[in-house]
């Protein structure tokens, strides 16, 4: 039988149930592999807190160190600390971790040395190839690694600490020792922020009531997936009652942080992404290129040009964001997701380093976090909103003809398609992996943006 992974390789990284569609043999696999087409001859890597990370993780290690590679563990950490780790190290890194998906998913997010991505189109493709073969194949292997070239001395296995490190770094790039107290509430979800925080913000002027930082990958309170507005319900109702400045929810891997204003109100990361873009641009003399995907606010790109930078529109994702910031040098990028990029990250993205932005932002001064944000979040967004379809490419057929010859309207196909006029604009996505249809939609005015977001998904529905 012919091994077919493609529904556990996705187009950034590995991910699906542990063990129904992947377990440790497997996971030793891919490091032989991962080593293979890196060409690495030592790695680092990292590991979440679920149930199985340890497992899989070692079992990984023991796959590259099978080939001659050393190996440097770190242990638990979060998604951005074994980034750090592979800037810092300058060593190819692999992350064990589901993110935000619930308890019983695990998956790799691996790396070049320096952070840079390993996608479908740098690598990943060939890493799931090769385990394919391998797993087809039928004869005994060297050492159970299949490939592995006999009398090859295997790597040394090694543990290496980097938290008080990759803190020391983050709080190097933002100063936040002369701000005003702030109390914050930090809602980690059970997830690698409960890790991380407490060393990230020790010594600094912050007062900090934690929700649920104890490492839990059974997520007892709720999904550690912090755009669900499920999932922040908690925090929401926990910062007015604290009287606190602020609240942060971080994501499992603790890679993408969402934050709340002093009322409860969620902050758009839009708006986070315009404010963090007019720091970045303030430390770099008022030049530099922000990278955006094509559905945040336009009020990053105006903000951007305000503060005396040039914004350079990309498709969605994450490695299509890196691609970018590498290719125009970028100094900062920032996603609807709430993923947020930075130069002096290696380009990788950090919630916890935006995080540190809206702090030293909001501590900088007197005023609220709500008003500081107000010149940041000028216009009134839908929200992505899913519906499944039959039939992606007619409905956005249909799309196209309702709108296309229309007078002061522009199409482009950039990302799904995006219509845009003059107080408005919308985009609708096909979901990739599943039979979904992803609409975008902003305007100048509520009203405009509900009138334009219903008329779309009427002919997306219909």
Not at 38 to 49: L, S
Not at 73 to 83: A, F, M, N, P, V
Not at 124 to 129: F, P, S, V
Not at 146 to 157: E, I, K, L, Q, W
Request: aromatic share 6%; charged share 20%.
């Amino acid at each position: 039988m012919t091994a077919d992974l493609s529904q556990l390789v996705k187009a950034y990284d590995v991910r699906g149930v542990v063990p129904d569609q992947w377990d440790e043999p497997m996971a030793e696999l891919f490091g032989a592999a991962f080593v293979q087409v890196t060409g690495a001859e030592a790695i680092v890597t990292g590991h979440d807190m679920r149930p199985s990370s340890p497992g899989l993780s070692r079992a990984f290690a023991r796959g590259a160190a099978a080939r001659g590679v050393d190996v440097t563990e770190i242990g638990l950490c979060s998604t951005d600390q074994l980034y750090y780790a592979s800037g810092a190290f300058d060593l190819p890194g692999a992350m064990f971790t589901a993110s935000h998906n619930p308890a019983r998913y695990n998956g790799i997010k691996m790396c070049r040395a320096g952070a840079a991505p390993v996608g479908q189109d740098t690598g990943l493709t060939e890493i799931r190839e090769l385990v394919e073969s391998w797993l087809d194949s039928e004869a005994p292997s060297p050492k159970g690694i299949p490939g592995a070239t006999p009398g090859t001395s295997p790597g040394t296995v090694t543990q290496r600490d980097s938290l008080e490190d990759y803190a020391a770094h983050l709080r190097g790039l933002v100063d936040l020792t002369s701000i005003r107290p702030l109390k914050v509430v930090v809602d980690a979800g059970n997830g690698m922020g409960g890790h991380t925080v407490p060393t990230v913000f020790a010594g600094l002027p912050l007062e900090l009531v934690p929700m649920y930082f104890e490492l839990d990958g059974t997520f007892p309170n709720h999904e550690a997936n912090p755009l669900d507005p499920a999932n922040i319900v908690d925090l929401q109702k926990r910062v007015p009652e604290e009287s606190a400045d602020l609240g942060i929810a971080f994501d499992g891997d603790a890679d993408r942080c969402f934050v709340v204003d002093e009322r409860g109100e969620p902050v758009s990361p839009s708006a986070i992404t315009a404010l963090v873009a007019a720091r970045e641009l303030a430390r770099h003399g008022g030049k530099g290129t922000v990278i955006h995907n094509l559905i945040t606010s336009w009020s990053v790109p105006e903000v951007v040009r305000e503060n005396g930078g040039t914004p350079v529109r990309t498709r969605v994702g994450h490695s299509f964001i890196k691609a970018e910031m590498a290719t125009a040098g970028a100094i900062f990028g920032g996603e609807h997701s709430a993923h947020y990029y930075f130069k002096d990250f290696w380009n990788a993205d950090t919630g916890m380093l935006a995080a540190l932005h809206v702090l030293a932002a909001l501590g900088g001064q007197e005023g609220t976090l709500s008003a500081l944000v107000a010149q940041y979040d000028r216009y009134a967004g839908s929200g992505e909103i899913n519906s499944t379809v039959d039939d992606q490419t007619a409905r956005l057929t249909a799309i196209r003809t309702a709108y296309e010859g229309q007078e002061g309207i522009t199409l482009d196909e950039l990302d799904g398609l995006t219509v845009t006029a003059a107080d408005w604009w919308f985009n609708v996505r096909p979901s990739n992996t599943e039979p979904l249809l992803r609409l975008n939609a902003e305007a100048r005015d509520e009203s405009t943006m509900a009138r334009v977001r219903d008329e779309v998904l009427t002919i997306i529905r219909s």
